[in-house]
């Protein structure tokens, strides 16, 4: 019997498609809005595009998802990171089709950080440039960077492709941050980002996906599975890479946010906002182990506390992490815990094979199969 169980939320709980959708858009708009790079492309950008659009905006960019299942494999698995690894991989290919008219102003360009304003210069070149959306995977493949070193891996490759030396590409950036909050606009809306920001988006016009959530199971099946494991006295808790209001709303209206103790629940705002306090510690996202040793520690723990627990720890075999990915599982053996995957992510069934290969604990269908390996 386990004392804790740890959910993902993505993948676990929650459909992931109509945050790989998003993705697809903020890479899209990056690329072709004129509030940023501005590269005429078809479908020319628009803030509410339709279904077709999307689908075909999906395929393109992640070259019919064989960038995302890349990125995945190597231990990424928050969207906000896999729009900045998309982004700036184009990026680096239209500065080495300018680099013929605009060597020295590459090289400038590079030798100091990244920003909107850098990409407002970038979009009066005149070059001809079409995005490269299938060769992500082969430039990245020549190297073996895992995990958050897969962003400065992007160093390497603009050394490659420019012949130019450049360390400005990292997960703490100016560029990160656009691709964050542009990605934030698609997901949540224009209204529902003012409101949990505070703020007014760059782009006006976008719906949202917030509403298009879809449950992995049916939502009755999933509050019975919960009950389920609070009347065995089993702590519930959540380490998420999705941002807090698109964690708290979705679960509240499925009726299973009073399951998990409020205190346990820890998303990417507040990995964010660690991150910012404490930045000689970051990356601290996932695979990073942070995200599920505050979740079981509890919210209230101070970080410092949280940065000083031995890993891994004594009574890891106690706890039980529930994910669909890798970042998932090398977060759960830093800790020294066991590993329950779920086959209802990106890859589904075929997904199998690889958690064999990586020696996950349990492999299960779906979520409610996990009540099964309580109760042997």
């Not at 830093?334 to 997904?351: K, N, V």
Request: glycine share 6%; with cysteine.
């Amino acid at each position: 019997m386990f004392r804790a169980i740890l959910f993902d939320v993505d993948g676990v709980l929650l459909s992931e498609e109509r945050y790989f959708d998003a993705s697809a858009l903020t890479v899209w708009e990056l690329v072709s809005s004129p509030l940023y790079l501005g590269k005429d492309m078809e479908p020319f950008f628009r803030p509410n595009p339709d279904e077709t659009i999307i689908r075909r905006m999906r395929r393109e960019v992640f070259d019919n998802d064989n960038v995302l299942n890349f990125i995945k494999k190597r231990g990424i698995n928050a969207n906000w990171d896999m729009v900045y690894l998309a982004f700036s991989y184009q990026l680096i290919r239209f500065l080495e089709a300018a680099l013929p008219r605009y060597r020295s102003q590459v090289a400038d360009m590079l030798s100091r950080p990244l920003t909107a304003d850098t990409l407002d210069v970038f979009r009066t070149w005149d070059v001809d440039f079409q995005p490269r959306w299938a060769e992500f995977v082969s430039d990245f493949a020549r190297g073996t960077a895992e995990k958050q070193a897969l962003l400065l891996d992007l160093n390497r490759i603009a050394q490659e492709r420019l012949g130019l030396a450049c360390d400005v590409f990292s997960r703490h950036s100016p560029l990160w941050d656009l691709c964050q909050e542009t990605f934030q606009e698609w997901y949540l809306g224009e209204e529902k980002y003012r409101q949990s920001t505070g703020q007014s988006p760059r782009q006006t016009g976008k719906r949202g996906f917030l509403h298009d959530e879809i449950p992995i199971v049916p939502p009755e099946e999933m509050r019975r599975f919960f009950a389920r494991l609070r009347e065995m006295g089993i702590e519930l808790g959540i380490g998420t890479g999705r941002p807090t209001v698109e964690t708290m709303e979705p679960l509240a209206a499925l009726g299973i946010l009073d399951y998990f103790s409020q205190d346990r629940i820890i998303t990417a705002s507040d990995v964010l906002e660690t991150e910012r306090r404490f930045p000689e510690r970051a990356p601290l996202a996932k695979p990073q182990p942070y995200t599920y040793v505050k979740s079981l520690l509890g919210k209230n723990t101070p970080d410092e506390d949280v940065f000083a627990v031995p890993l891994p720890l004594e009574t890891g075999a106690d706890v039980l992490i529930v994910g669909d990915s890798v970042a998932d599982l090398m977060a759960a053996r830093s800790m020294g815990c066991r590993f329950c995957a779920t086959l209802t992510g990106l890859s589904g069934a075929a997904a199998r094979a690889s958690f064999e290969k990586l020696g996950a604990d349990y492999i299960v269908d779906d979520v409610l199969q996990v009540v099964n390996l309580l109760e042997k």
